[in-house]
């Protein structure tokens, strides 16, 4: 088990590994690897609740605005999903939730929110592993995409994610309308693209061509292009979207 020191450690490192990624593209070790770092993390805190850092990875969005973008806030916070590996985990996740709601709720209304004899419900499915963004549209129009940065400031890449080919430019829908989702490159377009940089044909990572131009992992390409400045390089690379949540305006 970690001491406190060493717990403090290695959140700086885990922070440090986790910006490489999102602001930089570079994976310094694999996915699983980082994991199990801050496996190590969660460990510690969950038998030391009363000296928990506020840089905890496990509280802290990683990332942040790059240089070249510039700012956007968001009107709701972004949020990140949290790692689960075993069946307590969910089950403190779970009652963490539901003493969430109970207090927002206030103690003359929770029964009216959260009734403690219904049982959640659940549903799974695919983790699509690429960049969170957010898409604004306004009379119908995409006029604002953004990605989730800290969560409360992203960067504003709209005229990239116009390149993606299943990002509607328009919607039959005049309100206010936030789209959530995630940004990512399935498998296939995954060894396409890397072949076609490796034979000299496509740039790849760091503006480079050959072996050294090749991406390690799908993720990376998601997130690497989004952060083209150039947004031509965005409408070569198939990138694809999936949408996850949608907030309207509420007109008064």
Known sequence: MLTEKEYQVLIKEVNRLRDEINLFNNEEISESALDDLKRKITEFETLNPTIISPNSPNYNISGGVSKGFQKFRHTKRMLSLTDIFTFQELVDWQAKWENYLQKEAGEGEKLKIYNKEITPKYFVEPKMDGLAISLHYENGLLIAGATRGDGWIGELITENLKQI??????????????????????????????????????????????????????????SGTLRQLNSRIVGERNLSFLAYNVFVEVVQ
Do not use: C, H, Q
């Not at 080919?165 to 399935?186: C, L, S, W």
């Open 165 to 222: 080919a299943n990002i509607p430019k328009e919607i039959p829908d005049n309100r206010k309308i936030e789209v959530r989702g995630e940004v990512f490159m399935t498998k296939s377009d995954f060894k396409s693209l890397n072949k076609e940089i490796l034979a000299g044909n496509k740039i790849g990572k760091m503006g480079k061509t050959g072996p050294e131009g090749i991406f390690a992992n799908p993720r990376n390409v998601s």
